[in-house]
């Protein structure tokens, strides 16, 4: 078996003529001969047992009602702006329960903006769930590269003016994952019909979201 050596800032190259090199940007396999001297990258070590990238869910399911208050808060929100909207997903550390954050956000159309601030201690982000409005339920390109930064679970509700969508994610160190949605609520199937009414966010809509303005129309 060969060395194998970290590349700290210590690091001093030793006089083997064949070890690994784990670095910043990876894997590498430095060789030395009387003619030259190499580091070539390696996608591993051969002698080591392999490991494909994997998430284990660790943590209580969520419970459905926190799902179904955030679709009551969407409606709400679609109704009155036809747009998307967006919910934090928290974790209470003393009660070991998880709740529901809703930031100010401004809306309009496929956009959704929202001020990111601190939790107060003892309340944990968890991730976002966010609506796609009429559109199906999924992860665009701009979701992605929003919550790349961001461990956690990410999950979109799409089609909440009618046969609902959900998608499930989770990301760690800027790798997503999808999750079976059974896997990560209880109880499954989901009540959809449980909702409450959107009636009840009313003030919640009035407080915490802003409409973008509407684009200028000339020559009209």
Same mark, same amino acid.
Request: aromatic share 10%; with cysteine; hydrophobic share 40%.
């Given at each position: ?57 660790? +943590? ?26 967006? +919910? ?133």
């Amino acid at each position: 078996m060969l060395p194998i050596y970290l590349k700290d800032q210590d690091f001093t190259p030793p006089d083997d003529p064949l070890y690994y090199l784990l670095t910043r940007d990876g894997l590498f396999l430095v060789k030395s001969t009387p003619f030259f001297a190499a580091a070539v990258p390696v996608q591993g070590i051969p002698w080591l047992e392999a490991q494909e990238p994997e998430v284990r869910l660790t +943590a209580p399911p969520l419970p459905v009602s926190l799902l179904l208050q955030a679709l009551a808060f969407f409606r709400a929100v679609y109704s009155r702006y036809k747009s998307e909207a967006v +919910a934090l997903l928290a974790w209470r550390e003393t009660d070991r329960t998880y709740e529901l954050v809703i930031p100010h956000q401004t809306v309009g159309g496929g956009h959704c903006d929202y001020e990111i601030k601190d939790f107060p201690p003892g309340l944990r982000r968890l991730g976002t769930i966010h609506s796609h409005a009429a559109a199906a339920a999924f992860h665009s390109e701009r979701d992605e590269n929003d919550e790349r930064h961001e461990d956690g679970f990410h999950l979109t509700l799409g089609n909440i003016d009618g046969d609902l969508t959900l998608s499930c994610s989770v990301v760690v160190q800027g790798l997503r994952g999808q999750i079976p949605t059974e896997r990560l609520f209880t109880p499954y199937p989901i009540p959809w019909d449980q909702a409450p009414p959107e009636t009840d966010w009313a003030a919640e809509v009035e407080s915490k979201v802003t409409p973008l303005p509407r684009p200028i129309e000339f020559g009209t």
